[in-house]
């Protein structure tokens, strides 16, 4: 018989305003996350509730798997604030970062006027599974994304008008 650690998702503060959390470097915990960090009154409309969702995931799952190499024993800290004008949410992951030039294998390096694909081809010849969108997207589903000097911690907002 094969037993597996548990490692859970760690609630850190709660507030009707401020959620922070430890995230075992899993992709499984990722939908679990989104159903905390699911807003009772938000005051966005449908779509961009769901851009700002879609964009979460996006990077939750980046620093899942990239900074925190799927390994249940790192941790990913995300934090979800909303003000009167905004939502924010900030995650950090244990990894060292990276920096926009050198991911060739994501849809961020593809050349302005190509066919925005052209990082598939990449990704195929590196063994990786098919992807590499989620910055790409994300940029453009809310109205701030701002990464730290290392690559490591992000910052996504999203107006509330």
């Not at 094969?2 to 709660?14: K, W």
């Not at 009707?16 to 989104?34: F, G, H, K």
């Not at 050198?102 to 302005?112: E, Y």
């Not at 590499?132 to 008008?161: H, P, Q, T, W």
Request: hydrophobic fraction near 40%; proline fraction near 6%.
């Amino acid at each position: 018989m094969v037993t597996m650690a548990v490692h859970t998702i760690e609630t850190l503060s709660a507030t009707p305003t401020w959620v922070s959390l430890r995230v075992p470097c899993q992709i499984e915990n990722v939908d679990a996350v989104l159903e905390m960090l699911e807003p009772r009154d938000t005051q966005l409309d449908p779509k961009r509730h769901d851009e700002m969702c879609t964009a979460v995931r996006e990077l939750l799952m980046n620093a899942i798997e990239h900074g925190g190499r799927n390994d249940p024993s790192l941790s990913v800290y995300l934090t979800c604030v909303k003000t009167h004008d905004a939502i924010m949410v900030w995650i950090r992951d244990p990894g060292p970062g990276f920096r926009a030039e050198n991911l060739r294998h994501a849809a961020i390096a593809n050349p302005p006027g190509g066919t925005n694909l052209e990082h598939a081809e990449i990704r195929e010849a590196q063994g990786m599974r098919p992807g590499g969108f989620g910055i790409f997207m994300s940029r453009r589903m809310v109205d701030d994304l701002i990464y730290n000097e290392a690559g490591n911690e992000v910052l996504l907002v999203k107006s509330l008008r």
